[in-house]
């Protein structure tokens, strides 16, 4: 599809292991952002990539998040030593430009992250 | 600190009324809007937009209300039908300073009776 594809949907797992979900922007868009959303919360902004910049990490919660941006395109977020508390929706959204120009940003379905 | 707020978490509407679903925010810096519209298990989808040099934006059935002086917000749907029962969210950015990142309510649940 022409989406903001991620990957995978649902993710159990225990305490104290990694994760790492995956995002497939659309293509052709040069901005790329992750989000969390926690039960019963609004969406939280976790980090934002535009082109070769250097990102915005400034919505991580802690050292154990990480993202990264390879080529340009293809996103992945690495949660370490997970938690309870890092049981989320992880949403990932790109859109045609990031800096000064209004675009919307358009989001995938997301990955719900339960950790035991 | 919420900067985005919608205070009403859910609304009902009859087939055909119209929809207003408002939203507030703090912070003056804001200049572009968004409303995304939620189903169960799927991402947000973008429905509409407004830069802070609009007062209103209109797209078919969907209309965007902004009153700066307020730091106010909202999204007008008519008629509304029941396709449209979901949960809206309300964004806002800062982008002439450079922060991308969009600041969301925490979602108003709009059920539209047949």
């Known amino acids: 599809g022409a989406g903001v594809s991620q990957s995978p949907s649902n993710k159990v797992t225990e305490k104290g292991k990694d994760v790492e979900l995956r995002c497939d922007p659309i293509s052709g868009h040069t901005a790329l952002y992750w989000y969390r959303q926690s039960l019963g919360q609004g969406l939280e902004f976790l980090i934002y990539?535009?082109?070769?910049?250097?990102?915005?990490k400034s919505g991580l919660p802690s050292d154990r998040f990480s993202a990264e941006r390879t080529g340009g395109s293809v996103s992945t977020l690495t949660i370490q030593r997970t938690q309870q508390e890092d049981s989320a929706v992880y949403l990932c959204a790109s859109s045609l430009s990031g800096g000064f120009s209004n675009q919307p940003q358009h989001f995938g379905d997301g990955t719900r992250l339960s950790i035991l | 600190d919420q900067q985005v707020k919608q205070n009403s978490p859910s609304l009902s509407v009859q087939e055909g009324r119209i929809s207003i679903l408002n939203c507030d925010y703090t912070n003056s810096m804001f200049d572009y809007f968004l409303w995304y519209k939620k189903y169960p298990a799927e991402g947000p989808t973008f429905l509409i937009s407004i830069s802070s040099i609009k007062d209103k934006n209109e797209d078919g059935r969907f209309t965007v209300f902004l009153n700066k002086s307020a730091k106010h917000l909202s999204l007008h749907i008519v008629p509304s039908q029941p396709g449209d029962s979901a949960v809206y969210f309300c964004?806002?950015?800062?982008?002439?300073?450079?922060?991308?990142?969009?600041?969301f309510g925490t979602g108003t649940r709009l059920t539209v009776i047949p």
């Open positions: 964004a806002a950015s800062a982008h002439l300073s450079g922060a991308n990142n969009l600041f």
């Open positions: 990539f535009q082109g070769n910049s250097a990102p915005d």
